[in-house]
T-cell receptor
Framework: QQQVKQSPQSLIVQKGGISIINCAYE??????FPWYQQFPGKGPALLIA?????SEKKEGRFTISFNKSAKQFSLHIMDSQPGDSATYFC??????????FGKGTRLSVIA | NAGVTQTPKFRVLKTGQSMTLLCAQD?????MYWYRQDPGMGLRLIHY???????AKGEVPDGYNVSRLKKQNFLLGLESAAPSQTSVYFC???????????FGPGTRLLVL
C-alpha cells in the first residue's frame, strides 16, 4: 500500500521552463507535506514544505500547490536551471505517522 | 558542527555476515531515523527513535535491529546480511516540534 504516489518518475525540462511534479496521498490524517531535493551521492535536503491550512506556498522559484479536497499537492519550479537537476521526493506525515516518501522524480534541466 | 555523519561510507559484505552502521548527530536532536533507498523505491523507513533508549519499527524493519544508547548515536545492525539488503542507507535526525529532517551522506552497502 503506497501512501504517497508521485509522478512522473522522470522529467526533462528546457532551461527557463517550468518543472511540475505531482503527488497524491490517501491518509487524511497527514498534516505536513514537504518536498526534499537530492543531488547524486548526497543525502536528501528539505526544499520546501506546506501544511493543509494554506493552498499555496512560495519560496523563490519553488512553489507548492495544495488541494486538500483532492488529496493532491505539487511542486512547481519556475525558470528551471541546470543546477536544479536532481531527484525530488514528496513526502507526508501526521501526528502519529512518521514521514512517508514518494518514489521520487528525477529532473533533468537541459540548456 | 558536523550535522549528521554516517560510518562507514561504503561496505561490501558476504551473505550471512553481520555489521553495524553508525549514525551520529551533534545537533542534540531527539528524533533519529534509518532509511533505505533503492532505485525506483524512494526512501523507506526501517526503524526510528523518538529519544534516548527508545526505538520503533518503520515500514521495512525485517532483518534489521537498532539501538539508541546515547542521544547522539543511532546504530543499525544487520545480524545476517542478505543480497536483498544491498542498498544505500540514510540516517536522519530532527528536533522535537520541528518537522525538518536532516540527512547524513549515506552508507552504500553491497551484499554478495
Amino acid at each position: 500500500q503506497q501512501q504517497v504516489k508521485q509522478s512522473p518518475q522522470s522529467l526533462i525540462v528546457q532551461k527557463g521552463g517550468i518543472s511540475i511534479i505531482n503527488c497524491a496521498y490517501e491518509n487524511t490524517a497527514f498534516d505536513y507535506f514537504p518536498w526534499y531535493q537530492q543531488f547524486p551521492g548526497k543525502g536528501p535536503a528539505l526544499l520546501i514544505a506546506i501544511r493543509p491550512d494554506v493552498s499555496e506556498k512560495k519560496e523563490g522559484r519553488f512553489t507548492i500547490s495544495f488541494n486538500k479536497s483532492a488529496k493532491q499537492f505539487s511542486l512547481h519550479i519556475m525558470d528551471s536551471q541546470p543546477g536544479d537537476s536532481a531527484t525530488y521526493f514528496c513526502a507526508a506525515s501526521g501526528r502519529n505517522t512518521p514521514l512517508v516518501f514518494g518514489k521520487g522524480t528525477r529532473l533533468s534541466v537541459i540548456a | 558542527n558536523a550535522g549528521v555523519t554516517q560510518t562507514p561510507k561504503f561496505r561490501v559484505l558476504k551473505t550471512g555476515q553481520s555489521m553495524t552502521l553508525l549514525c551520529a548527530q551533534d545537533m542534540n536532536h531527539e528524533y533519529m531515523y534509518w532509511y533505505r533507498q533503492d532505485p525506483g523505491m524512494g526512501l523507506r523507513l526501517i526503524h526510528y527513535s523518538v529519544g534516548e533508549g527508545t526505538t520503533a519499527k518503520g515500514e521495512v524493519p525485517d532483518g534489521y535491529n537498532v539501538s539508541r544508547l546515547k542521544k547522539q548515536n543511532f546504530l543499525l545492525g544487520l545480524e545476517s546480511a542478505a543480497p536483498s539488503q544491498t542498498s544505500v542507507y540514510f540516517c536522519a535526525s530532527r528536533t522535537s516540534g520541528v518537522e525538518t529532517q536532516y540527512f547524513g551522506p549515506g552508507t552504500r552497502l553491497l551484499v554478495l
